[in-house]
């Protein structure tokens, strides 16, 4: 018995020996990964990754899941060179559930890889896999101040301001970026050119040949302007915002106007210092009768003006506008323009609006004046499923700012999830670059 096992051994031994020609013969080796995610992302580690090893001579592959610090073990794995894949797949909703906001795409699939990784009793333990993932969000309306504040002892409406901010893990450029107000009926009263909302139908509007819905397909313009710069010119980092003024003074203190008067404030805690806004609206080139607080900061540079409502960048302070953000390639000025259904005789003097296609649309939110006080609505629901307000209403300081949904390393990830009632609170006091909580 003895005998014959020791025959078989030198017999597998004599196999062995034979097999593995002139290769170094292999040791196990245990080997310890740690999956770790992106900085933007937090830079922690990320569990129920898969990860998977295959032998870049025999072709042989092992896999194994990350558990909640990161790590993945393989056991006895011969030793020699392994391309390693790790994934971490996320559904729209595990991904909102685990960064607070939403995405557009059905899933987001972070990556990292190593072609070359050699297994050998040398290896340093753990070795480190990084997932990575391409741009994931995108801009977001996070602050609009346009209650303004008291008209005797505060800056009344000429404080107002719009921020946009960089909700996604990678630089944006803001260039070319439009910022609108949604043109829509400000009355509960009926017409003959209503939707069942109670909203214009804009598919009665004279001359209308739209593409699809003209109702729930397109926006029209009550403002609208644009970023300038020429594509590279004001990049913006993840969770950092842009603040657009109406007038980029600060309001807290005195400042002169166009008219050589000196504007000040009685109580300077009910306004706001905009004088390090990133950009403002300027229309005293345009237009004849700007307001007198239209004053050019030279150091802030100025919106490109495409459609003006009043005279300066001037925000429903009772709260019924609605607010948008899109992009487009080509010329805004391509688009048609419609007057508004009830307007039935067009002449060249007829106030005619231009027609957004909702495709276009990056962010938007809907704004009322208060749930007792509601207007039809003038976003569609898949852009804002409801709306928000503030309770103060006109004059009152506050603003309308997005809820903090999470915060990954140094980046503050906003609420996102195209429900306005869900997603926004209010600030006491309109903050520039301030947060929610
Ligand atoms: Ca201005
Ligand atoms: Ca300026």
Excluded at 17 to 43: H, K, Y
Excluded at 44 to 67: C, G, H, R, W, Y
Excluded at 161 to 183: P, Q
Aim: hydrophobic share 35%; glycine share 6%.
């Amino acid at each position: 018995m003895k005998k014959s096992l020791l025959l078989l051994l030198t017999v597998i031994t004599l196999f062995s020996a034979c097999n593995q020609d002139d290769e170094p013969i292999v040791q196990p080796i245990d080997l310890t990964i740690q999956v770790m995610v992106d900085e933007s992302f937090g830079g922690d580690p990320m569990a129920n990754a898969e990860v998977k090893l295959t032998n870049v001579t025999s072709t042989q592959t092992f896999s194994a899941i990350s558990d909640v610090d990161g790590f993945v073990e393989f056991e006895a794995l011969p030793s020699g060179t392994y391309d390693v894949v790790a994934t971490r797949t996320f559904n729209q909703e595990e991904f909102s559930s685990t960064f607070g906001y939403s995405i557009e795409e059905e899933e987001v699939v972070f990556n990292a890889s190593s072609p070359a990784l050699v297994v050998n009793a040398q290896t340093s333990m753990p070795a480190m896999m990084t997932l990575e993932v391409g741009k994931v969000g995108d801009l977001l309306i996070k602050q609009v101040y346009f209650a303004g504040s008291n008209t005797r002892e505060g800056a009344s409406f000429r404080d107002q301001f719009i921020e946009i901010y960089n909700n996604s893990n990678e630089t944006i450029f803001v260039d070319g970026l439009y910022v609108m107000g949604a043109y829509g009926k400000n009355s509960t009263r009926e017409s003959d050119y209503d939707q069942p909302n109670g909203q214009y139908d804009w598919s009665q509007s004279v001359g209308m040949s739209a593409d699809g819905d003209p109702n729930n397909d397109y926006f029209y313009t009550r403002w609208l302007y644009q970023v300038p710069g020429d594509g590279d010119d004001y990049p913006l980092e993840p969770g950092e915002s842009i603040v657009i003024a109406q007038s980029a003074q600060n309001h807290k203190a005195p400042f002169t106007d166009t008219e050589g008067e000196t504007i000040s404030v009685q109580n300077p805690a009910l306004t706001v210092d905009l004088s390090g806004a990133e950009f403002e609206v300027y229309v005293a080139d345009v237009i004849s009768n700007p307001m007198p607080s239209d004053i050019d900061n030279p150091g802030v540079p100025n919106m490109i003006a495409h459609y003006i409502f009043g005279r300066d960048f001037l925000l429903d302070n009772p709260g019924r506008d609605s607010y948008l953000i899109f992009r487009m390639d080509g010329d805004i000025n391509d688009l048609p323009t419609y007057a508004d259904p009830t307007d039935r005789e067009i002449t060249s003097e007829t106030d005619v609006k231009i027609q957004v296609p909702k495709e276009y649309i990056i962010d938007g939110v809907e704004i009322q004046r208060a749930p007792t006080n509601l207007l039809p609505k003038k976003l569609t629901n898949d852009v804002d499923a409801s709306y928000t307000y503030v309770p103060g209403g006109s004059f009152s300081s506050q603003s309308v700012i997005r809820k903090t949904a999470s915060q990954v390393g140094d980046r503050v990830i906003l609420k996102d999830t195209n429900n306005s009632s869900e997603d926004f609170t209010y600030l006491e006091m309109a903050a520039p670059k301030g947060f929610a909580n």
